[in-house]
């Protein structure tokens, strides 16, 4: 991949127009992909090209075609992902519990070590993506969890569920990290919040459908011999597994060697990408590296704005996996029958999905973050007081509601929010696949904040996710006085000159660290 050269130009000059063949789509040759990706990041840096190169695009117009290509398929993936992990909370209410001859603490263990496994391959299954391509690496997980889905439906005791749930944790890992890095290597900074809060509205979607299909499965009850909790994790597991087979089919890698873009329009989204962050001013033009060198992931993991960002993340995700994982137990505990308490979480998980997306379009329309998570964050400590300040049904319910519908805006806009702020390729898929790693490990604490002896309040649940708020919205209040602070500092020094003593070559190698680098609020 070619290095980013020092571009001099006045503002009449442009690249000559035959570099580009506006009406051919990707190559279908004997050229290989990387020797693609090599040509067309070659045209998108080459020496003169600018913004003004592709004015005569309809980046509306290339945008859409993207989403339509990208966003419809990834959604449904990390439905089917969230459908998955999830669905032992709908499991339990439907007899998997007593079936299996299982303690309330047995089946929180089978809930924890998901995420022991989940957070352990989180940064290699990332590492591995750009390698191996999205178009076989995801797919081929997705069968994996799957299969392990499937094989789910028949245990017979606590021991074969806790395995399975050990290796669902191992093949899932790969998909949300590898999703969120995805979209990065398709849209700029200030465009990812909306398509992340796309596909991850389908967790809400995946919520409100789970619900509705367990009511459904549960009916199934003996058919073939089998209870009807186990029918929930057979046929979600067989429905996973042909979906991945399509997606093998379906699924783009990188945006060089996108079929359904012309050349120009691929060498125009690249030179997005690679110029997005830096404000270097009109002589010379910073783009990020990404290459894969070592010390890219080095970096990450010694990165403070990371391991802040995940506290965090701590406070979303806590609240998000007690919901998810318990909001059929919680709903029961008002004094509804299971059946009652699956449809009454319909409700909760279509609203979130639709604010989810709402305040994307809102964050990314006026290019700020931190004010939406914490707006969302303060919703839902109010959500969980109500929970635990009255033993009332109806305080509660709407207590579960409000902290369900602030906590699905909050998480892609967090995830977003780093990924915003960290320059060059390798160092943002380690940052990203870190951040979510570590974050998961609060799923693996809220899997036993909801203790089956609190029932029916969960007291000390609903207190413990209003704890991890608390300290989410006081990583978030540190990140934005830093933010701030480094980039007033590196605004000065620009005034004063002190980037001219690095050459374009060496701003790219800091990435986010660079004094041209503006971290992004």
């Known amino acids: ?66 989403d339509l290509r990208l966003i ?15 669905n032992i909370g709908n499991a339990k209410i439907e007899g998997l519990v007593e079936d299996l001859k299982m303690s309330g603490s047995q089946y929180n263990w089978c809930l924890t070590v998901f995420f022991f496994t989940y957070a352990a391959f989180e940064v290699p299954s990332n590492l591995l993506l750009k390698k191996l391509r999205p178009s076989i690496w995801l797919p081929t997980i997705m069968v994996a969890w799957g299969i392990v889905m499937t094989l789910m439906g028949i245990v017979q005791n ?31 900074r200030h ?27 549960a009916h199934m009850d003996g058919v073939g011999g089998l209870e009807g909790w186990r029918w929930i994790f057979i046929l979600e597991g067989i429905l996973t597994v042909v979906v991945a087979f399509i997606a093998f089919f379906t699924l783009h890698d990188f945006p060089e060697t996108a079929t359904f873009l012309t ?60 919901i998810s994982l318990f909001l059929p137990s919680i709903i029961r505990g008002l004094g509804y029958t299971s059946s009652t308490a699956q449809l009454l979480t319909v409700p909760i998980y279509i609203t979130a999905s639709v604010l989810a997306v709402a305040v994307a379009w809102v964050s990314d329309r006026y290019g700020k973050r931190f004010p939406f998570i914490l707006v969302c964050l303060i919703l839902m400590a109010i959500g969980f007081i109500m929970c635990i300040s009255s033993s009332r049904p109806g305080i509660i319910y709407a207590g579960v509601f409000i902290a369900a519908c602030a906590l699905y805006p909050a998480f892609p806009g967090n995830i977003t929010w780093l990924s915003n702020n960290l320059a060059g390729s390798t160092k943002r898929a380690t940052g990203q696949a ?37 300290a989410g919205i006081l990583a978030l209040l540190i990140l934005v006085f830093n933010y701030r602070r480094i980039n007033a500092k590196r605004a000065r020094q620009m005034a004063d000159g002190a980037h001219n003593g690095y050459t374009p070559e060496e701003m790219s190698v800091l990435g986010d660290r660079a004094l041209t680098f503006r971290y992004f609020l």
């Open 1 to 66: 991949m070619e290095k980013p050269e020092v571009i001099k130009y006045d503002s009449q000059d442009t690249p000559r127009s035959s570099s580009f063949d506006r009406s051919k789509p990707a190559h279908h040759g004997p050229r290989s992909k990387s020797a693609e990706i090599a040509r067309i990041d070659a045209l998108a840096t080459a020496p003169g090209v600018t913004m003004a190169s592709f004015a005569h695009l309809d980046e509306k117009k290339i945008l859409r075609k993207m």
């Open 72 to 86: 419809p398929m990834l959604a449904l993936l990390y439905l089917l992902s969230f459908l998955d992990r999830g």
């Open 158 to 188: 606590y021991h074969g569920l806790l395995i399975a749930r050990i290796f669902l944790g191992v093949a899932e890992a790969g998909l949300f990290p590898g999703v969120a890095y995805y979209i990065t290597m398709w849209y700029c």
């Open 191 to 217: 465009e990812a919040q909306f398509r992340q809060a796309l596909f991850f509205s389908a967790a809400s979607v995946a919520g409100a459908f789970s619900g509705l299909l367990a009511y459904g499965i």
């Open 263 to 322: 050349e120009e329009e691929r060498a125009f989204i690249v030179y997005r990408l690679k110029y997005q962050g830096h404000q270097a001013g009109d002589e010379v033009k910073v783009a990020q590296d990404d290459t894969f060198q070592w010390k890219y992931v080095k970096a990450a993991f010694l990165d403070w704005q990371i391991w802040t960002n995940i506290w965090v993340y701590w406070g979303i995700v806590a609240p998000l996996y007690g």
């Open 434 to 470: 870190i951040q979510i790693a570590m974050g998961n490990l609060a799923g693996a604490m809220a899997s036993n904040f909801y203790r089956s002896k609190d029932a029916p309040h969960y007291v000390l649940g609903h207190a413990l996710e209003l704890a991890f708020i608390c």
